[in-house]
């Protein structure tokens, strides 16, 4: 990408275009994680990116840069502004089979926030434990722990819902 370089000397016109160019990767991932406050996730991984990428050493992964700095602002937002997560797990669910796009919906509203968040960041992102013990700002045994929990009490939501 020939606007990074640009960009990261400071040119503020690179800059413009290279965060015009990538609002809606960013704006797909936040809203992914946070729906409700998906505009304030987006906005603060703007932020972040724009104030971080002079640090950026390696260009070639940029991308993947982008799509940490915006999991983890998407994952701080919504603790700060309502412990809302993500609840989008409809990928999971096969296209034709709408009813259960909506039971997978249904389960995730009534899990406790972390649960949903790193089911999220596990199912979604395909984030393995060190990422999440990284973009959550946790230990590895502490992802293990909440995985362990989330997987079970995702497993009881859907038995009682199936019920």
């Not at 690179?14 to 609002?23: E, P, S």
């Not at 990428?53 to 502004?81: C, D, H, M, N, Q």
Request: net charge positive; aromatic share 4%; proline share 2%.
């Amino acid at each position: 990408m020939a606007l990074l370089p640009l960009a990261q000397a400071g040119d503020r016109r690179a800059m413009n275009d290279l965060l015009h160019h990538i609002a809606p990767f960013v704006g797909r991932l936040c809203l992914s994680i946070t729906r409700r406050h998906s505009s304030d996730a987006t906005q603060e991984a703007m932020l972040a990116i724009y104030r971080g990428i002079r640090g950026l050493r390696e260009p070639a992964a940029f991308y993947g840069w982008v799509r940490a700095v915006a999991v983890r602002e998407a994952v701080r937002t919504s603790k700060r502004l309502s412990r809302e997560t993500a609840d989008e797990l409809t990928e999971l669910a096969h296209e034709g089979n709408l009813l259960a796009v909506v039971h997978i919906s249904d389960v995730m509203d009534r899990l406790p926030d972390r649960h949903r968040q790193i089911l999220t960041l596990r199912a979604v992102y395909g984030l393995n434990e060190q990422e999440m013990a990284a973009t959550l700002s946790v230990s590895v045994g502490t992802v293990r722990s909440r995985l362990h929990r989330a997987r079970r009490s995702f497993q009881d939501a859907w038995h009682q819902q199936s019920a």
